[in-house]
């Protein structure tokens, strides 16, 4: 299994940006497709983003479409969401994903980070 770590979360007022980081660890990182969940009190978790092992196949959320990117550096092991045009119901816990093919649900990937926290105010 590869090792997630997020960064990038913090408080953002509305209409501004963040860019999420996932440093994943093992040599193998380019093998895996990659995805974004997040997670807001009292519910479940959510997909947001994913992404294919080479970077050519995207997927998103309705809700996030043409305001989130996701976007990959497999020499850099890292894969990132970039945010902008936040509104507060995007405040959440995000969490890293991994697993051999991109999917849209929790189930679909095996390999999570711990997650950081976002916060947008209004």
């Known amino acids: 299994q590869v090792q997630l770590v997020e960064s990038g979360g913090g408080l953002v007022q509305a209409g501004g940006s963040l860019r999420l980081s996932c440093a994943a660890s093992?040599?193998?990182?380019?093998?895996?497709?990659m995805g974004w969940f997040r997670q807001a009190p009292g519910k479940e978790r959510e997909f947001v983003a994913a992404?294919?092992?080479?970077?050519?196949?995207?997927y998103y959320a309705d809700s996030v479409k043409g305001r989130f990117t996701i976007s990959r550096d497999n020499a850099k092991n890292t894969v990132y969401l970039q945010m902008n045009s936040l509104k507060p119901e995007d405040t959440a816990v995000y969490y890293c994903?991994?697993?051999?093919?991109?999917?849209?649900?929790?189930?679909?990937?095996?390999?999570w980070g711990q997650g950081t926290q976002v916060t947008v105010s209004s």
């Open positions: 994903a991994a697993d051999s093919f991109a999917g849209v649900s929790t189930k679909d990937f095996g390999s």
């Open positions: 992404i294919s092992w080479s970077g050519g196949s995207t």
């Open positions: 093992g040599r193998t990182f380019s093998s895996y497709a």
